[in-house]
């Protein structure tokens, strides 16, 4: 039997990288998944692939009660779905830094107002909220996408705090720079790629970038039994970027 057995979980970001190897090992360990993302159709087999669009409330409140419908509990959240921002202040738009934030904070916020009344019913829930180690050092070019990020990881704290003893936990991922399809996007946009993807790999003190399937294991693990104690916290998995 797997550690989810019986259980529910939402995975938003779940059609590529990080959120598709959440998903698909969500669905391993005997879960329930809803796989959702803005473009279903590569979300992993054997889950519950579902359109969404993570800045839109209608769209998670409808998707969090399909949920509830389906299967009258939610076990997990996943917040993961969020991209990417390459500009500095100067750069970026008003019109970029207000769509990144709007996939990757107000995203959150969404899918955690919604999830958490279905938790506290049943007096237990984890949600697991995908931050960036750019939350928690200054990274060049990477403005809003920074800020986005470091505005999840204070929003984890805060709902952390706000539900502790309620058996709903709250915590964040902080990968370092993942080889995902976002960062593949990133490196063949460069005039050398080859060249940006060593600059990429050199920030990780290991030597090399991380993996989808990293950061998925560390997410089973905090909404996990395991994890019944860990709540707030910031599980840094990125190669000791931020450890220099």
């Given at each position: ?6 259980r ?14 959440m ?6 360990e ?20 579902l359109?969404l669009?993570?800045t ?6 409808e ?25 500095n202040?100067i750069?970026?738009t ?17 899918g ?27 990274l060049?070019?990477r ?18 705090v706000?539900?502790?003893?309620t ?15 976002w ?5 063949d ?8 993807r060593?600059r990429l ?9 991380g993996?989808?399937?990293e ?12 994890a019944?104690?860990v709540?707030?916290?910031?599980l ?5 970027l931020?450890?220099?």
């Amino acid at each position: 039997m797997g550690r989810f057995e019986g259980r529910t979980v939402l995975v938003t970001g779940a059609g590529s990288g990080i959120g598709f190897h959440m998903a698909s090992r969500f669905r391993d360990e005997g879960a329930v998944v809803y796989a959702a993302d803005i473009t279903p159709g590569g979300c992993p087999g054997g889950t519950v692939a579902l359109s969404l669009d993570v800045t839109e409330e209608r769209q998670i409140r409808e998707t969090v009660e399909r949920v509830l419908a389906d299967t009258g509990r939610l076990d997990v959240l996943c917040n993961n779905a969020g991209i990417g921002s390459t500009k500095n202040p100067i750069d970026c738009t008003a019109e970029e830094w207000d769509h990144v934030f709007a996939v990757n904070v107000r995203g959150v916020f969404l899918g955690t107002k919604y999830a958490l009344p279905a938790m506290l019913r049943q007096g237990k829930g984890a949600i697991v909220n995908t931050a960036s180690a750019a939350g928690s050092v200054g990274l060049i070019d990477r403005a809003a996408y920074g800020a986005s990020k470091g505005a999840v990881i204070a929003f984890t704290k805060q709902v952390a705090v706000q539900y502790a003893g309620t058996g709903v936990r709250c915590n964040c991922l902080v990968p370092g720079t993942v080889d995902s399809p976002w960062v593949g996007r990133l490196l063949d946009e460069a005039g050398d790629p080859a060249e940006a993807r060593e600059r990429l790999i050199a920030r990780q003190p290991v030597g090399r970038l991380g993996v989808p399937a990293e950061i998925a294991e560390a997410a089973l693990y905090l909404a996990s039994d395991d994890a019944d104690f860990v709540t707030g916290t910031e599980l840094v998995i990125d190669g000791g970027l931020l450890a220099r």
